[in-house]
C-alpha cells in the first residue's frame, strides 16, 4: 500500500468509476476537479493527524499511515462532494446541492469505516520513489520502447511504492543506465523495474542496488523479477477507541492496551 504522503488516493478516472457525469459537469461549470482531488486529500491528512493526537499517538505522522481502501474511497466521495459544492454556488442549484449532500453522507460513511475497521500504521515508512534519470549508452541491442521504475530499499529491506514510470525509445545498438534521483534518510539500497509494457515490468535486479551506484541494462535480455511494489503493508491498525490490532489476526484480537487518552 501507499504511504498517505505518497500522493493522493484517487485520480480523475477513480472519479469517474464513482460518478460517471463529473467530467462533463465540471467542464460545463468550469471546475477544476485537480484541484478538489488535492484539497480533499488536504482537509483528510488534517482530520488524520487530529485523530492521531486524539488517540495519544501524536509522535506518529502521515507518512506513517497507509492508504487502504476505506481512506480511498473517502476521499474519492470528499472529492465530489467539493466538485458538486463548488457547481451548486455557481448556479445555485438545488439539483447540483443534493448530488453534494449525497456525496458528503458517503464521504461520512467510508470516514466511520475507516475509523472503525482502523488506520493501518507504518512504523517504519519508506518513501515512494522520484522517476529515476535514464540515460542511453552504446550497447548491442534492439531498437524498443521501455517503461522504468524504481523503488527504494531500507536497511531492514522493506521496500516502498515504485516510482511513476519513466517511457524511454531506445534506437538500435543502445541500451539503458537507470539512476536514482537523492535518497531519503535511511535508505540503503533500490531496485529497477524494466518492461515492454506498462503492466508487465518486472525486477532486473536480484540485490538491493547501493546507493550512488547506477544499473546498466545488460545485453543477455530482460530478467523475469517480481513486479514493482505498491508499498509497505500495515504493521498494525489504529482503531477508533484506541485499540491495536495486527493485520491478518483473525477476529481483529487486541495486540495491545488501550492507548493513554
Not at 27 to 39: A, M, N, P, S, T
Request: glycine fraction near 12%; hydrophobic fraction near 45%; proline fraction near 5%.
Amino acid at each position: 500500500m501507499a504511504l498517505f504522503t505518497d500522493g493522493a488516493g484517487n485520480d480523475l478516472e477513480d472519479l469517474v468509476a464513482y460518478d460517471s457525469t463529473v467530467l462533463e459537469m465540471a467542464r460545463q461549470e468550469g471546475i477544476d476537479l485537480g484541484v478538489k482531488l488535492d484539497l480533499a486529500w488536504e482537509e483528510l491528512g488534517i482530520e488524520l493527524r487530529r485523530f492521531l493526537i486524539l488517540a495519544g499517538r501524536g509522535d506518529l505522522e502521515l507518512r506513517n499511515i497507509c492508504v487502504t481502501k476505506p481512506l480511498e474511497k473517502c476521499h474519492a466521495f470528499r472529492s465530489l462532494a467539493l466538485a458538486y459544492w463548488d457547481a451548486a454556488h455557481r448556479q445555485r442549484s438545488d439539483r447540483f446541492g443534493e448530488r453534494a449532500r449525497e456525496w458528503e453522507r458517503q464521504a461520512a460513511w467510508a470516514w466511520t469505516a475507516l475509523l472503525d475497521t482502523g488506520i493501518g500504521i507504518v512504523e517504519r515508512p519508506v518513501d515512494k520513489a522520484g522517476r529515476p534519470v535514464v540515460e542511453l549508452a552504446p550497447m548491442e541491442m534492439p531498437a524498443a520502447t521501455y517503461w522504468v521504475r524504481i523503488a527504494w530499499v531500507d536497511e531492514g529491506g522493506q521496500e516502498g511504492a515504485a516510482s511513476e514510470a519513466v517511457i524511454v525509445n531506445v534506437g538500435e545498438n543502445q541500451g539503458l543506465v537507470v539512476m536514482p534521483g537523492a535518497a531519503p534518510a535511511g535508505i540503503s539500497g533500490w531496485h529497477v523495474y524494466l518492461g515492454f509494457e506498462a503492466e508487465a515490468l518486472r525486477r532486473q535486479n536480484s540485490a538491493p542496488i547501493p546507493i550512488g551506484q547506477s544499473w546498466r541494462q545488460s545485453s543477455a535480455g530482460l530478467l523475469e523479477g517480481p513486479r514493482p511494489s505498491e508499498g509497505q503493508a500495515p504493521d498494525y491498525y489504529l482503531r477508533r477507541g484506541g485499540l491495536l490490532f495486527q493485520e491478518g489476526n483473525e477476529g481483529f484480537g487486541i495486540a495491545s492496551l488501550l492507548l493513554r487518552g
